[in-house]
């Protein structure tokens, strides 16, 4: 009987929204809270955050006693390899222009599939990254350099 | 009459250049990626609202709507033929449209199902036109009291009445809510939750969510568990239902328009009740309920009408009163916002181009959807054989390029990958990502019109419930939670004991 909530949906949801709603009240404790009358800016999110306490509390308590599992399968590859490749998106973007970034986005996240085939990915790497060029640089003129810092 | 002045005016608007090739453009891309494997409509418009950054706001409207109709059409063909639904408004097509794949009149549903939206859409363009005008006249009159409460009975019930837990559902409104509040007060000017990180002074980008969750979080999930696709497509047949087919068809999509557009106005119910609702009665009405899942024709045209139906009348509340009914009519407002449009009932009398044209687009929309289904069937057919693996990585092109050209700063593409992280996790834990957007993009309206509201009435929050129209407001949200909540929190300690 011990531990068994760990893997229970309801709790590590309920326990999510409490962590947002606690985190939104202690945050805003350091804004002003006025009055019903003149609502400060912590007023809002002190509500908020209370209300999701409350919100999380009914769910784990609910969630306790029926106890549904969590079943979702989740590949760690994807989770850790699709947000990376953003990233790093977002950092060339800045630093090495859109060709650079577009190809690390495209590898990267054809890399978090399951099935990874080197020289197809490298195709569709050149192909998406070059149709990309033409369709927003341009095609819609978007002003990004093709290439930066050389 | 009015409503044809206003309709032909509409359609001037509609009817130019400009504005019909950004309706075909909406409508043709929005099925391309529809029919595609494993988009639902929400990530296709989050993905492609960057698309519209450049163009005039009446055309951005057009163009998305085209692309909402659009997906929701590309649904019911993958449902038809390969027997799955793009989303859970086309389960209900797949039962008899899949059958009647596997008797080779595949090409006789797909066409009955167009002609069914069709049907549908012309009716409701007309139910639009009609309920719009004085809706907003009505609206106009609303102090903030009246519009809190409106809101709040909007929010509440979209979550309760969208599928899946009701109480998780009510709790991702609220943490949308908060997420609207990050950025800078606009009544102090204080910046909240902003952690001194100057890109987020504005606020969390509304693409940033939006594409964050629904495309990136969509991805991770589709990655995390592949489906398997068996692709029927070895007779399409013949693309022309005989007359027999109208004849049974015509009265089901009459009904399912009808049934349609009535969920269609109220917030929260999805396309799904009412195509579900639709089959319920056809099989009930028929003479033969026996031939209801062998594939009867009257199972996809009451369906697909009554889903058309119901996307369509679900812009009545987004146009006139500012109020998402949906996650796509969410993600419509953001669009509205992006362009700098205060959305409201004064959207129709300062831009009246932008409400009449958009009315107007939607029969043309739902014309071009006919003319151009049918005849490109064997493209839709062939682009579903297209293997996922090659497809995210374009989906997250669209999506990364689409974020970064909003501000253009990389913290938005961080902030983006963090809420696609976010969004897998809401899903795992049965948490429905749709009803925090909804709750995101009222936020901080919701929050000017409480502090408005209260101001006015000296700090007394009996103003809710002493003013007629509010209290109405307040009424209907506290009945809705009545009906539905409290059994559903029975129901499951029924499960412990029973």
Not at chain 2, 79 to 99: A, K, R
Not at chain 2, 298 to 327: H, R, W, Y
Not at chain 2, 392 to 408: K, L, Q, R, T
Request: net charge neutral.
């Amino acid at each position: 009987m011990k531990m068994t909530f760990l893997n229970k949906k309801d709790f590590w949801a309920g326990a999510m929204l409490i962590g947002f709603g606690a985190a939104a009240m202690f945050i805003a404790r350091g804004y002003r809270f006025g009055s019903a009358l003149r609502m400060g800016p912590g007023f809002f999110p002190t509500i908020l955050g209370g209300i999701l306490i409350a919100f999380g509390v009914c769910i784990m308590a609910l969630g306790l006693r029926s106890g549904e599992k969590i079943q979702e399968k989740l590949s760690l590859r994807a989770l850790v390899m699709l947000p990376l490749s953003l990233v790093l998106f977002g950092f060339l973007m800045e630093k090495a222009g859109f060709l650079p970034a577009l190809a690390a986005l495209v590898f990267g996240s054809a890399a978090s599939g399951r099935e990874f085939k080197f020289l197809e990915v490298l195709l569709l790497t050149a192909v998406l990254t070059v149709a990309s060029a033409a369709l927003f640089i341009w095609g819609l003129g978007l002003p990004y350099p093709l290439i930066k810092g050389f | 009459m009015e409503l044809f002045h206003n309709l032909f005016f509409g359609f001037g608007v509609a009817l130019t250049l400009q504005n019909l090739l950004y309706c075909f453009i909406g409508v043709f891309v929005g099925t391309l990626i529809g029919v595609l494997p494993g988009i639902g409509p929400m990530a296709t418009i989050a993905m492609l609202l960057p698309l519209t950054y450049n163009v005039p706001p009446v055309a951005a409207l057009i163009m998305l709507a085209g692309i909402y109709y659009g997906a929701q059409y590309g649904g019911s063909t993958t449902s038809i033929l390969v027997n799955l639904p793009g989303e859970t408004s086309s389960v209900v097509t797949c039962i008899d449209g899949y059958q009647m794949a596997r008797q080779g009149r595949a090409g006789a549903a797909l066409a009955i199902a167009a002609i069914g939206s069709f049907i549908a859409g012309t009716i409701c363009t007309l139910i639009v036109a009609m309920f719009g005008p004085p809706l907003a006249d009505m609206a106009l009159k609303f102090g903030s009291p009246e519009y809190f409460s409106l809101m709040l009975m909007g929010l509440v019930a979209a979550a309760v009445l969208a599928q899946g837990d009701m109480i998780k559902s009510l709790a991702m409104v609220v943490l949308g809510l908060l997420l609207g509040v990050v950025g800078s007060d606009v009544d102090s000017g204080v910046k909240r939750f902003c952690f001194d990180i100057y890109e987020l002074a504005d606020g969390i980008g509304f693409v940033v969510i939006a594409v964050g969750v629904f495309a990136v979080g969509e991805i991770i999930s589709n990655l995390s568990d592949p489906e398997e696709r068996t692709i029927f497509t070895s007779r399409v047949g013949s693309l022309y239902p005989t007359l027999q087919d109208m004849k049974q068809s015509i009265a089901p999509i009459i009904r399912g328009t009808m049934l349609g557009a009535f969920f269609g106005v109220l917030p929260g119910t999805g396309p799904s009740i009412a195509s579900f609702g639709s089959y319920m009665i056809e099989k009930k009405v028929a003479k033969d309920p026996s031939r209801f899942g062998h594939g009867a024709i009257e199972g996809v045209a009451g369906p697909e009408a009554a889903n058309n139906a119901d996307a369509q009348c679900k812009f009545i509340p987004m146009l006139t009163l500012g109020i998402p009914a949906s996650g796509t009519m969410a993600l419509m407002l953001g669009a509205l916002m992006i362009h700098g449009i205060t959305p409201g009932p004064t959207v129709m009398t300062q831009k009246p181009d932008l409400f009449w044209g958009l009315v107007a687009s939607m029969w043309i929309g739902n014309l071009m959807l006919v003319v151009l289904n049918l005849p490109l069937v064997g493209l839709w057919v062939s682009l579903l054989k297209v293997p996922y693996r090659l497809l995210f990585p374009a989906i997250m092109v669209f999506s990364a390029i689409g974020i970064y050209s909003a501000n253009n700063i990389s913290f938005d593409v961080y902030l983006a990958a963090l809420f696609g992280v976010f969004g897998i996790a809401w899903r795992i834990l049965g948490c429905s990502p749709v009803p925090l957007l909804l709750g995101f993009v009222l936020g901080p309206m919701m929050e000017e019109n409480l502090r408005r509201a209260l101001q006015v009435s000296n700090g007394d929050p009996s103003v809710f419930v002493t003013q007629p129209i509010s209290l109405a407001f307040i009424m209907v949200t506290v009945l809705i939670l009545i009906v539905m909540v409290l059994p559903a929190v029975r129901n499951r300690r029924g499960d412990l004991t029973g």
